[in-house]
């Protein structure tokens, strides 16, 4: 799969504006500020193809990328704390919107700062993606933050916290120095062969 030839198709910010779900999609999912657009920019190998907000919780739209064999949808970061009741409403909405509609999702990718012990809302969204029955693997961005000895205690305390979920995926990740993009690119590979397969 070439992850190279790639276009920005469109940002809906409404649920009805989301576009006909014609092709396999990975979502990317994670907090606000957790690296989503730099992950797929590094996937992608361009440089601003997902705009990386200076101020996090700007970004309030589901963004839509277009390859020629799936797409990659970018839901707005969550859990930032200076943005209003009614935005925090909207993109709830927006996001429900999207798993309300029979949509092509072949993996959802659930982003998650590996310096740092997953939030509240980290964990509800792996709690509804498990239950809901998603294929979904998480990955763990700024693995070039920690020194060895940290990124090891780290490495097994995420892998603790999935215990109890068999067979998820946990992939360290750079942005900087490209450390798990391989891993990244063959798990979106072999799910969308998985999807097209199973697909009746």
């Known amino acids: 799969m070439n992850f190279n030839e790639v276009s920005f198709e469109l940002a809906a910010g409404m649920p009805e504006q989301l576009p006909e779900s014609d092709l396999p999609e990975i979502v990317f999912s994670g907090h606000s500020n957790v690296g989503k657009?730099?992950?797929?920019?590094?996937?992608?190998?361009?440089?601003?193809?997902?705009?990386?907000?200076?101020?996090?919780?700007?970004?309030?739209?589901?963004?839509?990328?277009?390859?020629?064999?799936?797409?990659?949808?970018?839901?707005?970061?969550?859990?930032y704390a200076k943005v209003s009741k009614t935005e925090k409403d909207r993109w709830a909405k927006l996001v429900e919107g999207y798993f309300?509609?029979?949509?092509?999702?072949?993996?959802?990718?659930?982003?998650?700062?590996?310096?740092?012990p997953p939030t509240d809302d980290d964990l509800n969204m792996i709690d509804f993606l498990y239950r809901s029955g998603y294929n979904f693997a998480a990955v763990l961005t700024k693995q070039d933050k920690l020194k060895k000895t940290k990124l090891d205690e780290q490495l097994e305390y995420y892998?603790?916290?999935?215990?109890?979920?068999?067979?998820i995926p946990l992939i360290p990740f750079s942005a900087q120095t490209g450390y798990g993009?391989?891993?990244?690119?063959?798990?979106?590979?072999?799910?969308?062969?998985?999807?097209?397969?199973?697909?009746?």
């Open 37 to 79: 657009s730099s992950l797929i920019n590094k996937l992608v190998q361009r440089k601003s193809l997902a705009r990386v907000s200076s101020q996090p919780g700007k970004t309030a739209t589901i963004n839509f990328y277009k390859l020629k064999e799936f797409r990659l949808v970018d839901f707005p970061g969550y859990g």
């Open 181 to 200: 993009n391989n891993d990244v690119r063959k798990l979106i590979e072999d799910s969308i062969n998985l999807f097209n397969n199973t697909e009746v």
């Open 159 to 167: 892998k603790d916290i999935f215990s109890t979920i068999d067979n």
């Open 100 to 116: 309300a509609q029979k949509r092509k999702c072949a993996l959802i990718i659930q982003i998650l700062d590996l310096r740092h």
